[in-house]
């Protein structure tokens, strides 16, 4: 689980260079003196300013409930390195265990909200509920990022994909395409 | 850009395996007798059964225009080989060209809607518009698969993820936890 725990801001804007590929997350949230933290692979970028991001989170989750009262969480992106604290969170019900203490990981406070980050992973996105419409319907949360920390190595970690059925992919190769793609699209 | 064009069925419940990794994808659409195909890099699952996907197609597009008006498309999994594609695609206005002719992909009937299916696509998701409650407000849609169609082999295709800034991740290795995974998390 080594990994680069430095991290430096990055503009909320430019979040969907992490979350777009697509990886696993795990979320951390507190409420009521209590923490927790779910993987989740269900999530989408939604805008770049404000920084939205549209995810969705099972509403029978110990997480569900203490996101919705808290109106918080933060959505940490976790490496290859993980892997197996990945599945046994998913494993595991946070109304019966301290999932920072049962699996190694260390909660380090946030800037702008009180859910904890997660220090071991590569990335932190502090986020606050913007728009809770389609929750009851899909249980589909819209976050706002309100502040982003990243660890500025390696450039691009490798993170985990989710396809179902415990298999995972790991993030591969890079590809540029940079001098061929129009700004809009960049 | 050689693929394996021979399709079969998949049930639409199992699409996650193909979308939750988070690939950018190639949408095709069908609205008074024209056609045409954009990128899209920003979408999540959102439910299994029905098989429920959201996304959000930017508002000034003329994709946007065509799957609002037709309430439906085609999403279709692009591999690593048709990357320049992808870039020439998301560079070109559907307005002013036809994007099968020109980037030399073929439509091919779907077999619930009227919108055609990349051929040359690893995976064609036909869709219908399940909920547009949220396309004002965010140019999000909530669309259901109502038939899929993938290539048998190979099970795990190098598919493209976006980063932004004209760099694709391409899929890389494959680990299983399988063993370890509750059943929930299948």
Redesign the interface.
């Known amino acids: 689980m080594k990994n680069n725990h430095e991290k430096i801001d990055l503009p909320v804007a430019?979040v969907?260079?992490?979350l777009?590929?697509?990886?696993i997350v795990l979320v951390s949230s507190a409420s009521q003196g209590a923490r927790n933290i779910m993987?989740m692979?269900?999530?989408?970028?939604?805008?770049f300013a404000p920084s939205?991001i549209?995810?969705?989170i099972a509403s029978g989750s110990h997480s569900f409930a203490m996101i919705r009262a808290s109106g918080e969480c933060v959505i940490n992106l976790p490496t290859?390195a993980l892997?197996?604290a990945v599945?046994?969170i998913?494993?595991t019900s946070g109304d019966s265990v301290d999932k920072f203490g049962r699996f190694g990981l260390t909660a380090a406070p946030a800037d702008r909200i009180a859910a904890p980050l997660i220090r071991e992973c590569h990335a932190n996105f502090e986020c606050r509920l913007h728009?809770g419409?389609?929750i009851d319907?899909?249980n589909?949360f819209?976050f706002e990022v309100v502040k982003a920390h990243v660890a500025p190595v390696p450039k691009?970690p490798?993170t985990l994909?989710?396809?179902?059925?415990?298999?995972?992919?790991?993030?591969?190769?890079?590809?540029?395409?940079?001098?061929?793609?129009?700004s809009e699209?960049?």
Not at 41 to 47: I, N
Not at 163 to 181: A, E, L, N, Q
């Open positions: 430019q969907r260079r992490y777009e590929p697509g990886p993987t692979g269900w999530h989408t970028v939604m805008e939205l549209g995810c969705v290859a892997v197996d599945v046994e998913g494993n728009d419409a389609l319907k899909y589909f819209i691009h490798e994909h989710y396809t179902g059925d415990g298999v995972f992919m790991v993030s591969g190769k890079i590809i540029s395409r940079r001098g061929k793609s129009k699209m960049l």
